[in-house]
């Protein structure tokens, strides 16, 4: 059972970036009818996303958050000794772009870089790599880098998922700390579900092809190539739905602490109608559960940072706050942590 815990180790500080360019679902007729984004609206909570031009990668979103971060921090390159890349758009098959993202930040090469290929999930398990890396004695601070750009994985006229997704990037430092700070993670998958959300064409299995790269019109007037991705919506509700209220259980009987100690649950911003369920199920307080999606869409595995910086930033700079993350997607693979975050250091929420 994939159970760790850590102390002494914590979050110092957290930035984040999303592209200027606003999609306001509402616009969004022609190919989807009025009653159709009404009830996506409705039932996501997303009325607006950001999209990344085809010069902007996931890595730039993460650069430019990298920057204001360090600047606000006033860290030293040569402090960084462990860069994690979490993306599944990196911006190469190869090489990794952690690497290349060490060289653009001026990052020691002496600095250890490398790519976590996790959707919904992914900031928490970097999160769970970060803590693992930090605690040795030889290692001085970890930046954890979190980019997506889904808007360029799915098809806008995909019915399912065409108007769900936004792109962003984040910034986390992770550090030893000279105060108590018991930490958990719980770390999950089941590839028995990895159909319900994939990409069937593009890789070593089904490689690049005319015929994948063909575009089809499916039975529920969705129009797409095998390249682009597919989400069972129905199958996602019901993994969340079973999974992640089994793992807050299992997490929060391991660490013996109680749902009231927690001042916020940050939740993957997958859709509103999922996380209202989650909170419903295990009769969380609507005020210790913030939303970003209605400003952003689902930013994949970023939608927990980007949750941070942009809606309770405030409060983590201030205060010490005992927070709960929960990330759930693609693999299937999900993970939960508890942890605490005292008077962190945030930048402005960057655009570019």
């Known amino acids: 059972m994939a159970l760790l815990t850590f102390d002494r180790i914590g979050i110092t500080g957290v930035a984040a970036s999303v592209p200027r360019q606003k999609i306001v679902n509402a616009e969004s007729t022609g190919f989807f009818t009025p009653k159709e984004v ?25 650069h430019a958050a990298a920057e204001a971060l360090l600047a606000e921090m006033s860290i030293e390159r040569d402090e960084i000794d462990v860069l994690i890349f979490v993306s599944q758009t990196p911006d190469y098959r190869m090489p990794v772009t952690g690497t290349i ?11 250890a870089a490398f790519d976590i290929n996790l959707e919904g999930s992914g900031y928490v398990y970097g999160l769970a790599l970060a803590y693992s890396f930090a605690q040795q004695e030889s290692i001085r601070k970890v930046l954890l880098l979190d980019g997506e750009t889904p808007t360029k994985v799915y098809s806008f006229k ?16 992770v550090e030893k700390i000279d105060y108590d700070n018991p930490t958990y993670f719980s770390l999950n998958s089941d590839g028995a579900g990895s159909h319900i ?25 969705s129009i797409r190539f095998d390249e682009q991705g597919v989400i069972d919506v129905a199958g996602f509700f019901e993994f969340t739905s079973r ?14 602490e109680s749902y009231e ?12 109608f999922i996380n209202d369920q989650i909170a419903k199920k295990m009769e969380i307080p609507d005020d210790k559960l913030p939303y970003s999606i209605h400003k952003f869409g689902n930013t994949s595995s970023v939608s927990i940072p ?47």
């Open 306 to 352: 980007l949750t941070m910086v942009s809606e309770i930033g405030d409060q983590l700079r201030r205060d010490k706050n005992r927070i709960f993350l929960s990330g759930f997607g693609a693999g299937l693979s999900w993970a939960s942590a508890i942890t605490s975050i005292d008077r962190c250091l945030i930048p402005k929420l960057v655009e570019i």
């Open 197 to 221: 959300i994939w990409i069937k064409g593009g890789g070593y299995r089904h490689p690049s092809s005319a015929e994948t790269l063909r575009v089809k019109e499916h039975e529920d007037g």
């Open 261 to 272: 100690a927690i001042d916020y649950y940050l939740f993957h911003q997958a859709a509103k």
């Open 38 to 62: 009404k009830s996506t609206i409705q039932k996501t909570g997303i009325a607006e996303r950001r999209k990344a031009d085809k010069n902007i990668c996931a890595s730039d979103l993460c």
């Open 158 to 173: 995909d019915k399912a998922a065409g108007l769900l997704f936004g792109d962003g990037g984040s910034a986390t430092i």
């Open 243 to 256: 999974e992640v209220p089994a793992d807050m259980v299992r997490i929060f009987e391991y660490a013996g």
């Open 101 to 111: 993202l060490q060289d653009r930040l001026g990052l020691a090469q002496t600095t």
